[in-house]
Every structure is written in structure tokens, then in C-alpha cells.
């Protein structure tokens, strides 16, 4: 079945350091790929999308390129702030819901 | 346009109960879905409606279920609750699930004592 592995966390960075979360997939065909992300206590909110290969989305200063050839859709910020704080979740459609890979937690100090 | 809505935010039950939690969706939204997040298991799939009907179901036992209503409102009940079902329950509306982005509301988060 189709699967969503994220790298191990938690990950600590400090106030304008670069962020990269890994994120692969299995999956038949060619899914969309969607990052969430969760601040505290609040549900998931929509980071960013891409829709076929090599489509690169992008928000907030985030963004993720779909490549099929590694399938994976890796998260990068050139310059992460405190407000970034967050749980961060790769996912991908399934039938009629999201499969979500573990949750990367991102901390940012000042 | 109000966002997925939620209703409680918070829950504290005793082992046995029954429980309710509703979600009101994104105006003219037909699908929704639940999710069950823990630390440990993450982010699970429950079950899916639309236009009143489960479309799909996750791998959870039937003391979990749900029901929608014919103005897409959803509710989803757990019965005799044991402490492993304590998480944040989350709701998502979408268009269709099937092939529109999931919306996803604050959560209800149950706590079983």
C-alpha cells in the first residue's frame, strides 16, 4: 500500500540556520504530494503542494520539488525563524483520505 | 468563509463511557474525514463520508463510528472508551476527498481516565 516515510525527529536549529526535512514515498503512480504543518495546539493547515514531477511548491519561504526519480518531496527553508516552530507532516492521497508519514518536530531557537 | 469547525475542544472521560464529537464543515463542502493522532501512532485515518455516506474505513475496531448529515455536518462516536483511545481527533472537509485538498480543523482532544 501506499506509505509516507519521514526523517526522525525531533530537529533543533537555531534562528536563521537552514532547514531541510526528508520525506520519501511508495506509491502507485504518480500522487500528488502535500506538506502540513501543525503549530501548537492547532489542527494541520496546508503548507504546500505539488501535483506532478518535478512541480516545485512553495510558501512561506518553504519549499519542496517533486522528484520521481528518488520519490521524495524534501521540505527546505533557506532561513528558518522561531515562528516556524511546528510539527511538520509529508503526505500523499490515498483513496478518499491522506496518508501521512510520522511528523517531523521542528524547534528553532533564538 | 468559516474555517472546519470543531465541537468540544476538550474531553475528559472515564473508562467505559461513550463519547460524541461533532465537526461542522467548510460551507458547501460535502466530504468528511477523521483522523486519530497520538504520539505514538501518529496521524490515522478512522473513516470518510460523503453526501452521507462512508466511502471509506480505517482499520479501527466498531466501537468507533460515525454518521453524517444531510447538511454534511459529521459526528463520530466512540463507545465504551479505554485509555488507549485517548488523542486528538481530527476532522477534515473537503470538496471530495477523492481529489481535493483536505481542510482540516483544531481538533477535539479526549482524554480517558
Known amino acids: 500500500g501506499d506509505s509516507v516515510t519521514q526523517m526522525e525527529g525531533p530537529v533543533t536549529l537555531s534562528e536563521e540556520a537552514f532547514l531541510t526535512i526528508n520525506c520519501t514515498y511508495t506509491a502507485t503512480g504518480y500522487p500528488s504530494l502535500f506538506w502540513y504543518v501543525q503549530y501548537p495546539g492547532e489542527g494541520l493547515q496546508l503548507l504546500l503542494k505539488a501535483t506532478k514531477a518535478d512541480d516545485k511548491g512553495s510558501n512561506k519561504g518553504f519549499e519542496a520539488t517533486y522528484r520521481k526519480e528518488t520519490t521524495s518531496f524534501h521540505l527546505e527553508k533557506g532561513s528558518v525563524q522561531v515562528s516556524d516552530s511546528a510539527v511538520y507532516f509529508c503526505?500523499?492521497?490515498?483513496?478518499?483520505?491522506?496518508?501521512f508519514g510520522q511528523g517531523t518536530r521542528l524547534t528553532i531557537n533564538p | 468563509k468559516a474555517g472546519v469547525t470543531q465541537t468540544p475542544r476538550y474531553l475528559i472521560k472515564t473508562r467505559g463511557q461513550q463519547v460524541t464529537l461533532s465537526c461542522s464543515p467548510i460551507?458547501?463542502?460535502?466530504?468528511v474525514s477523521w483522523y486519530q493522532q497520538t504520539p505514538g501512532q501518529g496521524l490515522q485515518f478512522l473513516f470518510e463520508y460523503f453526501s452521507e455516506t462512508q466511502r471509506n474505513k480505517g482499520n479501527f475496531p466498531g466501537r468507533f463510528s460515525g454518521r453524517q448529515f444531510s447538511n454534511s455536518r459529521s459526528e463520530m462516536n466512540v463507545s465504551t472508551l479505554e485509555l488507549g483511545d485517548s488523542a486528538l481527533y481530527l476532522c477534515?472537509?473537503?470538496?471530495?476527498?477523492?481529489?481535493?485538498?483536505?481542510?482540516f480543523g483544531a481538533g477535539t482532544r479526549l482524554s480517558v481516565l
Open positions: 503526505a500523499l492521497p490515498g483513496a478518499q483520505k491522506l496518508v
Open positions: 477534515a472537509s473537503s470538496l471530495d476527498a477523492a481529489k481535493n485538498i483536505q481542510y
Open positions: 460551507s458547501g463542502h460535502r466530504s
